[in-house]
């Protein structure tokens, strides 16, 4: 792990794939890594998307596991007791937790960082991860996330080694816009460098190359004599760590070269207010009870405004896509809200 406080000078080799602004053949992607950032406050949901990724997870190529624990300053020693949880979880299915690193997040920020906000925390490490993880490549989820259909290293990687990403139009009007035309102008790529409706997406799953991550950290140090956080967390001109990683790709011409788009690998997702209206809740639920959708999500603080009968159609459909074995099961270990505090 590179110490905090020191990330790559400009002139640091890319430590995977081919050099930045060509296609990686499949050949150098020979293993892959999962990473989830979270916070105490997400231990059943991460206990959730853990059981899930046993049950429907082909290991084979996965060199691991990191899950970051994004604890405020002071509080790292509480990792200890969520440990076993976590590896019950990822033995419910596949024997998983072999894969396993959980490594408290504290030592990944610089003093400044830490005494940031959980959320900018949050970005920050999943770029920060790339520090660490013994891959070329790794896939970005969060504790929110569900798997509900077999996934392997097929599911993220196509054939030439480029990843499959979620198409997204970014020419809304908006933040999405505004986020990510600050990641443009940082890297001094014009507007027209990036296709509107060929962006990358700024929700998990999402998968970052570990060379290009780094090479954009040296960027910014060089351009600007600053890191991600300073960017992620400021008010104003600001972005978000997935939109500054793609507007570093567009500038460099990159996203054709490292992606290609598929929507196999989008999540339907209840986020803690959208969709805000009925129409749009039954919408979002038909498309995650559909057979074609792999990923879902729900947000931890959703979970307790849902309607009990919202609440019981997804455990029915954890069930049906054999998470839990039977509502027995499901309740003993989660009820029906996963947004409870841990039970350690």
Known sequence: MTAAGSPEGPGSPAPACSRPG??????????????????????NLLRLLL??????????????????????????????RYRPGLISALDAGRQLSPRLQLVPATPFLTPSERGMPGWSRQQILKLKAAETVPSPAYVVLDAKNIVLAPVSRQTFFAP??????????????????????????????????LA????????????????????????????????????????????????????????????????????????????TVGPDTRAGLDKALARMSAQKTIFIGVHRRRWPRLADADRERLGNLLIDRGIFDN??????????????????
Not at 51 to 75: E, F, M, Q, Y
């Open 22 to 43: 060509s296609a990686p053949p499949s050949a150098t992607i020979p293993a892959w890594s999962i990473v989830v950032v979270c916070f105490p406050g997400e231990f």
């Open 51 to 80: 059981r899930s990724l046993s049950k429907h997870l082909d290991p084979t190529d996965l060199d691991t596991i990191l899950v970051l624990w994004n604890t405020d300053p002071g509080d790292d020693t509480s990792i200890d």
């Open 160 to 193: 030439d080694g480029r990843a499959f990403s979620k198409r997204v139009d970014a020419s809304r009007p908006g933040k999405f816009t505004d986020f990510l035309q600050t990641a443009l102008d940082l890297f001094g790529a014009d507007t027209d460098q």
């Open 196 to 271: 509107p409706e060929r962006s990358l997406p700024t929700v998990t799953p999402a998968t970052l190359f570990v060379d290009v991550v780094t090479a954009m950290r040296a960027e910014l140090l060089r351009r600007h004599h600053e890191t991600p956080a300073t960017y992620i967390n400021r008010p104003n001109p600001r972005t978000s760590e997935f939109l500054l990683y793609a507007g570093y790709c567009a500038a460099h011409g990159l996203i054709e070269d490292r992606y290609r788009f598929s929507h196999h690998v989008s999540s339907a997702t209840l986020y």
């Open 327 to 344: 509502r027995t099961q499901l309740m003993h270990e989660f009820g029906y809200a996963p947004d409870r505090s841990p039970e350690v």
